[in-house]
């Protein structure tokens, strides 16, 4: 009995290391804050067992991983991270170890850069890796990096991808790409239009598209259009012919990340012209950082004849972001 308790100990704590080495791979490739990792599970290890062999295999699943070599968060975001590493090694007194120190060499005389690779892990496999910018606001725009929302659309599409396959997709204020990307790497649309105003934020698409090996002849088809929602006309819309529409907050604009009224006008105007033009589902998600504006951007939506669900039901954990922020997808109707 003893034996059988002890066997069933140690496969509890392989499943438990398996689980954290995971954690620590899926946060270390989407650049999570460092206080949210399982340090604390290293810690433990390492008192317990006094060895570095769990910190070796950290290091294959992120630093000395092939997708880091490819694809590399930002140089001080790793700095760090590898800094952390040394520290909870050196408290426990343990032999150390040359690769750890290595790895940290290569980034301290590495160039800083304003922009950093973020790789968000897929649970089938493989990762949306995205080029984006290290400050939220940069170039007077919020569209170079991914919000919360963006990343919870994205965890509805996985669970929902009969919404999306087969069908025709038109993304509104797509930023660096997440959301569609991973809409057209696992759901099977027919073809995606990724859109934005912005130039800058234009270009980083098409970057981002790209290097995820999507492009005009792949399967889905793929395009990355400039739709600004002031002078878009229904020639344009009835071009694109989307079954689909999705959006993920597309309504905060300044550089306290609020929704700007404007914003909100122009985008429930496109709106009313894109139901003109055709009847597609349509999804928005959006962070609610104030709920009077968002209550706001709802009441434009009423006054112009178009009606919303919210959508409740839970979605699986997939990406790592902050989960305390109040997010809300309505699908829309008139």
């Not at 396959?165 to 057209?184: A, D, H, K, Q």
């Not at 112009?304 to 109040?326: C, D, K, W």
Request: with cysteine.
């Amino acid at each position: 009995m003893a034996h059988s308790e002890q066997s069933q100990t140690s496969e509890n704590r392989l499943l438990k290391s398996e689980a954290i080495l995971k954690d620590f791979q899926v946060s270390f490739f989407a650049m999570s804050r460092l206080p949210s990792f399982p340090w604390t599970f290293v810690e433990e290890d390492l008192q317990s067992n006094k060895s570095s062999e769990f910190i070796s295999d950290i290091l294959k699943q992120t630093c000395l991983h092939p997708l880091c070599r490819k694809f590399p968060p930002s140089v001080r975001f790793r700095r760090l991270f590898l800094s952390e590493l040394i520290k909870l090694q050196e408290a426990a007194s343990c032999e150390p170890l040359d690769q750890l120190y290595d790895a940290l060499a290569e980034v301290i005389g590495a160039e800083e850069s304003s922009e950093s690779y973020k790789s968000y892990l897929l649970p089938g496999g493989g990762a949306v890796s995205l080029l984006e910018n290290v400050a939220l606001i940069s170039e007077g725009t919020t569209g170079l990096v991914t919000w919360e929302a963006a990343l919870y659309l994205a965890e509805w599409a996985l669970e929902h991808r009969q919404d999306f396959t087969g069908r025709s997709v038109l993304e509104l204020g797509s930023g660096v790409g997440l959301t569609g990307i991973t809409v057209c790497r696992c759901c099977s649309p027919t073809s995606f239009v990724f859109s934005d105003c912005h130039s800058t934020v234009l270009q980083k698409l098409k970057d981002n598209v790209q290097l995820n090996g999507l492009n005009p002849k792949t399967t889905p088809e793929v395009r990355v259009e400039e739709l600004d929602w002031t002078s878009a006309t229904e020639e344009q819309l009835r071009r694109i012919r989307a079954d689909t529409v999705i959006a993920a907050d597309v309504c905060s604009c300044d550089a306290d990340v609020v929704y700007d009224p404007d914003v909100a006008v122009s985008l429930v105007k496109l709106l009313s012209k894109i139901f003109s033009c055709s009847s597609p589902e349509v999804l928005i998600c959006s962070t609610i950082r104030n709920p009077e504006t968002y209550s706001g951007f709802k009441l434009q939506l009423e006054k112009a004849g178009i009606g919303h669900q919210v959508m409740t039901e839970p979605v699986r954990q997939v990406f790592p972001y902050n989960r305390l922020s109040t997010i809300e997808l309505i699908r829309l109707h008139r």
